[in-house]
T-cell receptor
Framework: NAGVMQNPRHLVRRRGQEARLRCSPMKGHSHVYWYRQLPEEGLKFMVY????????ESGMPKERFSAEFPKEGPSILRIQQVVRGDSAAYFCASSPPITELNTEAFFGQGTRLTVV | AQTVTQSQPEMSVQEAETVTLSCTYD???????LFWYKQPPSRQMILVIR??????QNATENRFSVNFQKAAKSFSLKISDSQLGDTAMYFCAFMKHLRGKLIFGQGTTLQVKP
């Protein structure tokens, strides 16, 4: 059973370009979370998605950022018109529905975005 | 809003010794979960240990154990018999009951010295 797969591992974009980060959850997982980690900081929650639904987007910047988790295919985090401040590691995690006995989310290895 | 604070940016310990990492949190919730995650240089986030707030007994996983003080909102991680492979950044995290979203502390970089 493959783990959470994120690609690309490294992404370089020029200011003003678009960045698309992909996340394939573990098999059987219907919930996906995106987090951002700035250098020397902890992970900050961005968005929580279920298949075809956004459950919680309280951590998403109001502009330029969007996320989706379609019925088929990976979850996509999209950043339009990137700026230097978007440079960070972006982590995806997946889980089955959270229950009393099952609270663990499994993380991918992250995508490091560098904006030049 | 919930917050998680790790007041030790860096710590070091000699191999085979014991080290304790501190974490405090703030919440008005009564039912929640607390976690410690390890992030080695590979950047992979690995779950170390989990504690349910409704359980009084402190969680243990082999060399890792926690001291959970609910009234004080404190959740420290003790690593016994430290190994070189324990060198990593450690994050304390909070999750509201059945909500999925994790709130992380700033992290503590642990260096295990031979």
């Amino acid at each position: 059973n493959a783990g959470v797969m994120q690609n690309p591992r490294h992404l370089v974009r020029r200011r003003g370009q678009e960045a698309r980060l992909r996340c394939s959850p573990m098999k059987g997982h219907s919930h996906v979370y995106w987090y951002r980690q700035l250098p020397e900081e902890g992970l900050k929650f961005m968005v929580y998605l279920q298949k075809e639904n956004i459950i919680d987007e309280s951590g998403m910047p109001k502009e330029r950022f969007s996320a989706e988790f379609p019925k088929e295919g990976p979850s996509i985090l999209r950043i339009q018109q990137v700026v230097r401040g978007d440079s960070a590691a972006y982590f995806c995690a997946s889980s089955p529905p959270i229950t009393e006995l099952n609270t663990e989310a499994f993380f991918g290895q992250g995508t490091r975005l560098t904006v030049v | 809003a919930q917050t998680v604070t790790q007041s030790q940016p860096e710590m070091s310990v000699q191999e085979a010794e014991t080290v304790t990492l501190s974490c405090t949190y703030d919440t008005s919730e009564n039912n929640y979960y607390l976690f410690w995650y390890k992030q080695p240089p590979s950047r992979q986030m690995i779950l170390v240990i989990r504690q349910e707030a409704y359980k009084q007994q402190n969680a243990t996983e082999n060399r890792f154990s926690v001291n959970f003080q609910k009234a004080a909102k404190s959740f420290s991680l003790k690593i016994s018999d430290s190994q070189l492979g324990d060198t990593a950044m450690y994050f304390c995290a909070f999750m509201k009951h059945l909500r999925g979203k994790l709130i992380f502390g700033q992290g503590t970089t642990l260096q295990v010295k031979p």
